[in-house]
Structures are given as structure tokens and as C-alpha cells.
């Protein structure tokens, strides 16, 4: 949390939302011409009653003194015109945006969604696919052809060609040449959305309808659908190459682990996996389509803990597998928070957000000049023309009318009517969450208040800083003026000259006291006993009511006693007592900055009053207290 946020939440102590509790109540009073109701004052007296530590600020007249000086610096602020400052957008903004984010979801398509995807995370899909490409920026014309080369090739597939042959030949995704297009099993999140989709709708044996991605245009074949096999975990040994010699030495492992050997140790003395080896070849828990298959088959092939595999061969070599243990699919309650992050941050982010659109279309009263949107396609419209025609109204959204030229702004010198239609459809959805986000607040009115009390806890942030925190920095003349005047607040109590030694053990507080019985100076005593175990040296002058100081200790000029303290040991030796006298200003330096900055605010409290005249309604106040005695 920024500081910013922080003093913002500070200042809900004198905070309002005005507007939202204005009603045809008592003026409590005025401010500059303006009226403030009883009811605003209730509703923000009462929120805060709870929070507030301070007696006073109970008080009736104490909380009104308090609110009306916050109402008076809001004024100024929008006076200074604080609000238009860039950072100060920025920031507000920044926060802005985050409160709105939950009004652009779709609750009911999200837990859907959520739903979906454990139903889908019980099943894993084999299938074969077929993509052709399209490329960035590709015109309608290249994108079409695509298309229908694809929909040929599934036509083939149909007809009884093989689906495997016409992946090799035909399909852009490199490895299809070695693998035919197959992707092994596969489960929910680890595909695109709509592949996913696609993969787990199709029915088995049948080859879905040409869809797109990101990637470009595909067809699937689904070969089968399983019951997820959740995660295993086993430990494995495993000899890189399929050398005769590791043919040889993996079955001499086998035969030791049959003989009642360790597999751990066999593991640390033989295993070529050196991530593993020296873990007793533990591997992470992992699904079956996270590792080589032939790999995953016979680790989930293994039923019992501690079942031990035959010797088997993968690509990278030779393996032993032992079962360490089997975990079937968490229950929806345990995966769910897992759940609606990737839902939330993945491609199903976009449905979601696709849904409230969906619905603001529906709600809203939108109106399209069909007849200017068809002129940007027109190749013979001129530049004098256009000139005209921008000032027009090409989208109106309920009251709201956008000109023809800021769709151009975002078009470009795009002229193709497909790519048009396509930018203008884009340009009418944003144009719409645009103002569906402008008037969030008239529509609920909790979020309208919590944005008021940001944005002036944001200005009041920034006016005290430049006119109060900051005045001490800058005017330091007045700084040390103001320590002048007031110099006899400013004093120190009586003190000693002490040199305050703690040690963890007690024959280390003998020693020292030893050192200072022969004149040695703390430095040289916290040298000699810091391997021994001194634990603290202070020293310095204190004043007597210092905590640094061992409860009802005497203050005796010399070398005190050993005094426990807890589970510590305290040696103290005192040179010299101080009589009470006045600070220097670098002696309070902040404390005198703090008093001056409640000065100067105070100074600035009355200008403000001047500034912009108060009217307390005596006879409303007079109300308010009888129903808060």
C-alpha cells in the first residue's frame, strides 16, 4: 500500500461522501455558500466511532471542529486546481481501475467457467490435429484461402483419407512431420481455449469442423478419451545411451534390487541423472502427458507403494522406476482457488469480459450511421469530404454521441471493408465499456462513495504536504524562529553520563566490572569481551526516566552492581549527573519540526476560515447532540 493509500484511510476519520446522503434534511451548516446536511455529518460521525481512539474527537463539537477544517481544505485544494495535476491522475486512476475491475466480470460465465474446467480436469484427450497458418497482419483475401485450404483437406479425411498421412504432408505445425500431428493425452489449461474446447467436444473417432486459434486454422481427431490418472510420484535409476555395458549393468541393478537392495543407495552409486541421483533418484510428482510416455505408462502401470519396474528404455536410456505414491484429482473445494486464477488470467478471462459486452449490447440504446460507416470502404471519397463528414456522429450509446473521426484516429488507412466492419465492431465495444466504466459510479452508489473519499483523501494528501509537511524543509528560517519563541519547551530533564553494558551471562558482567575498576573505557571493554558474549553497549547522557534504565535503579555516581534483567545481565557505570537545561535545536530537531507543522497548520486553519466563511446552524447541532448524548 502506497502512502498515498494509507493517509487516505487515515483521513476516514473526517471524511464524507456529501452528496450521496444529501436529502431534505436540517442544514448542519455552510461552507462558502454551500449547504452541508445533518444527515452527511450522522452518517460519517457514526461510521467512525468505532475507529476513533481519541475521547475527543467523540465530542460532538470536537468531531464537527475536525470535519469542517478537513471541508475547508477540500475546498482550497479544488480551488488550487489539484485535481488536474498529472501525477495526481495517475494515481487516482491507478486506483480507479482496480475498483472497478470486479464490475467487468461476468460472475455466473466465471464460476461456469470454473466448473467447466474441473469437469474437463477428470478426462484426458488423445488427438491428432492439422493447422494451417495464418500470419500477422493477414488480409481478409489470405486468411479465406486458409480457410479453404484446410476445409479441402478435411473433406479428404472424411472421404476416407488418412488422417495421419495428410498431417505429415499438409499440416504447418513442425512436428507433425515426425509425429503425424499426434499430441499424446492431454488435459484442461494446456491447450489454447478453443482447441481445448474443440478437443473435448469432438466425439471419439470423428474429426471436428475447421476452427481458429491464435496460431491459425485447425481440424482434430479425437483417437481417445481416459479418466485423468492425477499425479504420481516415483524415484527412478537410470543410465544414459543403450550401450550393451548399461544394457548389462541395468540388469545387474535389477537382480541387487530383487536381492533386498537399497534403492536409494543404488541410486547415489549408479543413476547418470545427477539432478536425482544424489535424492535417492526421488523424482517431483507429475501427470502422465508431463513426461515421456513410455516413461509415464510404467510409472502409473506400478500399483502397490513401493512396486518396482522391469528394466525398460526411453530415448535418453535404461530406467528403473519405484512407486513412492499415486494422487487421484483433488476435490473441486481443494483446486478451486487454483482453479479461478488460471481462469482469470487465460484466454477465459476474455469470455468473461466478452459476456458483460454481450449484455451491455442488449441493455444499452445504440445507434450506428451505417450509411457514414460505409463511406470509409469508398475509395473515391475525398479528403475535403472526409473533412466534413468527421464532424458527424457515427455511434451514439444512450445519450453519448462519438464522431466519425475518432474511429478514423484508431483505422488508419484501412479501406478493405472486411478489416472495417472488423475495427469498427472492436471500436463500438471499447467506445461502450468506455462509458459503461464513466457511469459505474451513478449506478452503484458504494463504489461512488468509496471513489470520493479516495479522490479527496489523494488532494487533502497532497495540500498538506505542500502546505504544511513540507515547510519545515523549506522554510528553515522559520523553523528556527519558531524554536526561539517557544525555546523553554524545549529542555532536558536531569541526566547522567552513563555507559550501559548488557552481557548474556554473568561471569562476563564480572569481568567488566573488573576492566572499569581499572580505568579501562568502554570501547576497549566491549573489544575485549565481545567474543565472550556482550550482548548491548549504550552510552551517552540519559535522562533519568530513559528506559534504557533497569527499573528503580539508583542513580549513584561509579560502577554499579550486577543487576538481572530477565535472562540478561546488566553493568552500568555512571561518570556524572546533569542539571536540567534547554535543548539546542538539533537536540529535538524533530519534535520541534512536528509542533511547527501544527503551528503553521493552524495559522493556515484560520486563513481558510477567512477564506471561506462557516455558518453553524446552532439549532440542528443542538438536535445532533441530543441524539448522541
Same mark, same amino acid.
Do not use: C
Given at each position: 500500500? /502506497?502512502?498515498?493509500?494509507?493517509?487516505?484511510?487515515?483521513?476516514?476519520?473526517?471524511?464524507?461522501?456529501?452528496?450521496?446522503?444529501?436529502?431534505?434534511?436540517?442544514?448542519?451548516?455552510?461552507?462558502?455558500?454551500?449547504? @452541508?446536511?445533518?444527515?452527511?455529518?450522522?452518517?460519517?460521525?457514526?461510521?467512525?466511532?468505532?475507529? @476513533?481512539?481519541?475521547?475527543?474527537?467523540?465530542?460532538?463539537?470536537?468531531?464537527?471542529?475536525?470535519?469542517?477544517?478537513?471541508?475547508?481544505?477540500?475546498?482550497?485544494?479544488?480551488?488550487?486546481?489539484?485535481?488536474?495535476?498529472?501525477?495526481?491522475?495517475?494515481?487516482?486512476?491507478?486506483?480507479?481501475?482496480?475498483?472497478?475491475?470486479?464490475?467487468? $466480470?461476468?460472475?455466473?460465465?466465471?464460476?461456469?467457467?470454473?466448473?467447466?474446467?474441473?469437469?474437463?480436469?477428470?478426462?484426458?484427450?488423445?488427438?491428432?490435429?492439422?493447422?494451417?497458418?495464418?500470419?500477422?497482419?493477414?488480409?481478409?483475401?489470405?486468411?479465406?484461402?486458409?480457410?479453404?485450404?484446410?476445409?479441402?483437406?478435411?473433406?479428404?479425411?472424411?472421404?476416407?483419407?488418412?488422417?495421419?498421412? #495428410?498431417?505429415?504432408?499438409?499440416?504447418?505445425?513442425?512436428?507433425?512431420?515426425?509425429?503425424?500431428?499426434?499430441?499424446?493425452?492431454?488435459?484442461?489449461?494446456?491447450?489454447?481455449?478453443?482447441?481445448?474446447?474443440?478437443?473435448?467436444?469432438?466425439?471419439?473417432?470423428?474429426?471436428?469442423?475447421?476452427?481458429?486459434?491464435?496460431?491459425?486454422?485447425?481440424?482434430?481427431? @479425437?483417437?481417445? #478419451?481416459?479418466?485423468?490418472?492425477?499425479?504420481?510420484?516415483?524415484?527412478?535409476?537410470?543410465?544414459?545411451?543403450?550401450?550393451?555395458?548399461?544394457?548389462?549393468? !541395468?540388469?545387474?541393478?535389477?537382480?541387487?534390487?530383487?536381492?533386498?537392495?537399497?534403492?536409494?543407495?543404488?541410486?547415489?552409486?549408479?543413476?547418470?541423472?545427477?539432478?536425482?541421483?544424489?535424492?535417492?533418484?526421488?523424482?517431483?510428482?507429475?501427470?502422465?502427458?508431463?513426461? @515421456?510416455?513410455?516413461?509415464?505408462?510404467?510409472?502409473?502401470?506400478?500399483?502397490?507403494?513401493?512396486?518396482?519396474?522391469?528394466?525398460?528404455?526411453?530415448?535418453?536410456? =535404461?530406467?528403473?522406476?519405484?512407486?513412492?505414491?499415486?494422487?487421484?484429482?483433488?476435490?473441486?473445494?481443494?483446486?478451486?482457488?487454483?482453479?479461478?486464477?488460471?481462469?482469470?488470467?487465460?484466454?477465459?478471462?476474455?469470455? #468473461?469480459?466478452?459476456?458483460?459486452?454481450?449484455?451491455?449490447?442488449?441493455?444499452?440504446?445504440?445507434? #450506428?450511421?451505417?450509411?457514414?460507416?460505409?463511406?470509409? /470502404?469508398?475509395?473515391? =471519397?475525398?479528403?475535403?469530404?472526409?473533412?466534413?463528414?468527421?464532424? $458527424?456522429?457515427?455511434?451514439?450509446?444512450?445519450?453519448?454521441?462519438?464522431?466519425? $473521426?475518432?474511429?478514423?484516429?484508431?483505422?488508419?488507412?484501412?479501406?478493405?471493408?472486411?478489416?472495417?466492419?472488423?475495427?469498427?465492431?472492436?471500436?463500438?465495444?471499447?467506445?461502450?465499456?468506455?462509458?459503461?466504466?464513466?457511469?459505474?459510479?451513478?449506478?452503484?452508489? /458504494?463504489?461512488?462513495?468509496?471513489?470520493?473519499?479516495?479522490?479527496?483523501?489523494?488532494?487533502?494528501?497532497?495540500?498538506?504536504?505542500?502546505?504544511? =509537511?513540507?515547510?519545515?524543509?523549506?522554510?528553515?528560517?522559520?523553523?528556527?524562529?519558531?524554536?526561539?519563541?517557544?525555546?523553554?519547551?524545549?529542555?532536558?530533564?536531569?541526566?547522567?553520563?552513563?555507559?550501559?553494558?548488557?552481557?548474556?551471562?554473568?561471569?562476563?558482567?564480572?569481568?567488566?566490572?573488573?576492566?572499569?575498576?581499572?580505568?579501562?573505557?568502554?570501547?576497549?571493554?566491549?573489544?575485549?569481551?565481545?567474543?565472550?558474549?556482550?550482548?548491548?553497549?549504550?552510552?551517552?547522557?540519559?535522562?533519568?526516566?530513559?528506559?534504557?534504565?533497569?527499573?528503580?535503579?539508583?542513580?549513584?555516581?561509579?560502577? /554499579?552492581?550486577?543487576?538481572?534483567?530477565?535472562?540478561?545481565?546488566?553493568?552500568?557505570?555512571?561518570?556524572?549527573?546533569?542539571?536540567?537545561?534547554?535543548?539546542?535545536?538539533?537536540?529535538?530537531?524533530?519534535?520541534? !519540526?512536528?509542533?511547527?507543522?501544527?503551528?503553521?497548520?493552524?495559522? =493556515? !486553519?484560520?486563513?481558510?476560515?477567512?477564506?471561506?466563511?462557516?455558518?453553524?446552524?446552532?439549532?440542528?447541532?443542538?438536535?445532533?447532540?441530543?441524539?448522541?448524548?
Amino acid at each position: 500500500m /502506497s502512502i498515498k493509500t494509507s493517509i487516505s484511510v487515515l483521513l476516514l476519520v473526517v471524511m464524507t461522501t456529501y452528496s450521496a446522503y444529501a436529502q431534505k434534511d436540517n442544514v448542519l451548516f455552510t461552507l462558502d455558500g454551500d449547504n @452541508v446536511y445533518s444527515s452527511e455529518f450522522s452518517k460519517i460521525y457514526e461510521k467512525n466511532l468505532a475507529i @476513533v481512539n481519541d475521547p475527543s474527537q467523540k465530542d460532538i463539537d470536537n468531531y464537527l471542529d475536525l470535519y469542517i477544517n478537513y471541508r475547508l481544505k477540500v475546498k482550497e485544494a479544488y480551488r488550487l486546481k489539484m485535481d488536474t495535476v498529472p501525477t495526481y491522475i495517475a494515481e487516482y486512476n491507478k486506483y480507479k481501475n482496480q475498483l472497478i475491475e470486479p464490475y467487468l $466480470k461476468d460472475d455466473n460465465t466465471e464460476k461456469d467457467l470454473v466448473k467447466e474446467a474441473y469437469q474437463r480436469m477428470q478426462q484426458e484427450v488423445n488427438a491428432n490435429h492439422i493447422l494451417i497458418k495464418i500470419k500477422k497482419g493477414a488480409t481478409p483475401a489470405d486468411t479465406l484461402r486458409a480457410y479453404n485450404k484446410l476445409k479441402a483437406l478435411r473433406k479428404q479425411v472424411v472421404e476416407g483419407a488418412s488422417f495421419d498421412s #495428410i498431417a505429415k504432408n499438409f499440416s504447418e505445425d513442425p512436428s507433425a512431420e515426425r509425429n503425424n500431428g499426434n499430441l499424446g493425452y492431454f488435459t484442461v489449461f494446456q491447450m489454447v481455449y478453443p482447441f481445448e474446447t474443440t478437443a473435448y467436444t469432438t466425439p471419439v473417432g470423428e474429426v471436428s469442423d475447421v476452427f481458429k486459434t491464435k496460431f491459425g486454422y485447425h481440424i482434430i481427431k @479425437v483417437n481417445d #478419451i481416459r479418466a485423468a490418472r492425477g499425479e504420481v510420484q516415483v524415484a527412478h535409476i537410470m543410465l544414459k545411451g543403450d550401450s550393451k555395458e548399461n544394457i548389462s549393468k !541395468i540388469n545387474n541393478i535389477k537382480q541387487q534390487l530383487d536381492d533386498g537392495g537399497d534403492f536409494a543407495a543404488l541410486a547415489k552409486s549408479y543413476s547418470t541423472d545427477l539432478a536425482t541421483s544424489m535424492k535417492g533418484g526421488v523424482l517431483p510428482k507429475f501427470t502422465a502427458n508431463k513426461m @515421456v510416455k513410455s516413461f509415464a505408462d510404467v510409472s502409473f502401470a506400478l500399483e502397490s507403494i513401493d512396486d518396482i519396474s522391469k528394466p525398460f528404455s526411453t530415448r535418453y536410456g =535404461w530406467h528403473i522406476v519405484k512407486l513412492i505414491g499415486k494422487y487421484p484429482i483433488s476435490s473441486f473445494e481443494e483446486v478451486k482457488p487454483e482453479i479461478d486464477k488460471k481462469v482469470q488470467r487465460g484466454q477465459r478471462s476474455r469470455i #468473461i469480459g466478452r459476456s458483460v459486452i454481450n449484455r451491455l449490447l442488449k441493455e444499452y440504446t445504440i445507434k #450506428i450511421d451505417q450509411n457514414l460507416l460505409n463511406l470509409f /470502404s469508398d475509395p473515391v =471519397w475525398s479528403k475535403s469530404q472526409k473533412a466534413t463528414e468527421y464532424s $458527424k456522429t457515427i455511434l451514439t450509446i444512450e445519450n453519448k454521441e462519438i464522431p466519425a $473521426k475518432s474511429f478514423s484516429n484508431i483505422l488508419g488507412d484501412v479501406t478493405d471493408r472486411v478489416r472495417i466492419t472488423e475495427a469498427f465492431r472492436q471500436f463500438k465495444e471499447q467506445e461502450i465499456l468506455t462509458y459503461y466504466k464513466k457511469e459505474l459510479p451513478k449506478n452503484y452508489p /458504494s463504489l461512488d462513495q468509496t471513489l470520493r473519499e479516495y479522490r479527496e483523501g489523494l488532494l487533502l494528501f497532497d495540500l498538506m504536504k505542500d502546505k504544511i =509537511w513540507s515547510q519545515a524543509e523549506k522554510d528553515s528560517l522559520g523553523l528556527v524562529a519558531f524554536f526561539e519563541r517557544n525555546r523553554d519547551k524545549y529542555r532536558w530533564k536531569e541526566r547522567v553520563n552513563a555507559a550501559i553494558f548488557t552481557f548474556d551471562k554473568e561471569e562476563n558482567a564480572k569481568k567488566a566490572i573488573k576492566l572499569l575498576k581499572k580505568n579501562k573505557t568502554a570501547e576497549e571493554i566491549k573489544e575485549k569481551l565481545s567474543k565472550d558474549g556482550i550482548l548491548d553497549l549504550k552510552q551517552g547522557a540519559f535522562e533519568k526516566t530513559n528506559k534504557v534504565f533497569p527499573k528503580g535503579f539508583m542513580f549513584k555516581e561509579g560502577i /554499579s552492581e550486577i543487576i538481572p534483567d530477565g535472562k540478561q545481565f546488566i553493568v552500568i557505570e555512571v561518570n556524572e549527573t546533569l542539571a536540567p537545561q534547554p535543548k539546542e535545536l538539533s537536540e529535538t530537531r524533530g519534535r520541534v !519540526i512536528s509542533n511547527f507543522q501544527d503551528y503553521t497548520e493552524k495559522v =493556515w !486553519i484560520q486563513s481558510l476560515q477567512k477564506k471561506y466563511p462557516v455558518t453553524i446552524n446552532k439549532k440542528t447541532l443542538k438536535k445532533l447532540k441530543r441524539k448522541y448524548k
